[in-house]
T-cell receptor, first 109, second 112 residues
């Protein structure tokens, strides 16, 4: 079983739509959680950390459910510039990071 | 500007010819790591380093070596590259204890 699993998509949504991605992780002792964004042929960049209480950054909302071991990312009012691959990342401790394979999003005009 | 740099960005080589990919960061981070990214497999960790002279294996270390003689540099060495090491390689750095990693721009390696 993979440490982190994501639906690879692709998700094709119209501009202005709301889209949500989920990610599940297998290690119940995982300590911290992140969403990274990766544009085609570019390096991953941190989008946001995911806190137990949930957190919001503009149009982006991240949630953590420890009991069910999943993380979610919600994007509201999608923009063309949101088109990218979104990577779910789990820190199992001591910088031992596990990356999901990513969910590809395309926002259509 | 805070950054992680990698060189070369693109490399085509032949089986068995030793190569080194350099990685350097200017953020005084203790932690550095190498990943490879392959379609359908995502990012997989090759080696990581918690500080100078401290390195450890990640998930896919076979065929690779690293060294950490200085805090800012973490080169990846392929002593005898093989075609199954054709991949996109990323170096990353962070403070110890966080998952907030800064990635280099990537090195696309092709081994024929």
């Amino acid at each position: 079983r993979k440490e982190v699993e994501q639906d690879p998509g692709p998700f094709n949504v119209p501009e202005g739509a709301t889209v949500a991605f989920n990610c599940t992780y297998s290690n119940s002792a995982s300590q911290s959680f992140f969403w990274y964004r990766q544009d085609c042929r570019k390096e991953p960049k941190l989008l946001m950390s995911v806190y137990s209480s949930g957190n919001e950054d503009g149009r982006f909302t991240a949630q953590l459910n420890r009991a069910s071991q999943y993380i979610s990312l919600l994007i509201r009012d999608s923009k063309l510039s949101d088109s990218a691959t979104y990577l779910c990342v789990v820190n199992a401790g001591a910088n031992n990071l596990f990356f999901g394979t990513g969910t590809r999003l395309t926002v259509i005009p | 500007e805070a950054q992680v740099t990698q060189n070369p960005r693109y490399l085509i080589t032949v089986t068995g010819k030793k190569l080194t990919v350099t990685c350097s960061q200017n953020m005084n981070h203790e932690y550095m790591s190498w990943y490879r990214q392959d379609p359908g497999l995502g990012l997989r960790q090759i080696y990581y380093s918690m500080n100078v002279e401290v390195t450890d294996k990640g998930d896919v270390p076979e065929g690779y070596k690293v060294s950490r003689k200085e805090k800012r540099n973490f080169p990846l060495i392929l002593e005898s590259p093989s075609p199954n090491q054709t991949s996109l390689y990323f170096c990353a750095s962070s403070l110890v204890g966080t998952g907030e990693q800064y990635f280099g721009p990537g090195t696309r390696l092709t081994v024929t």
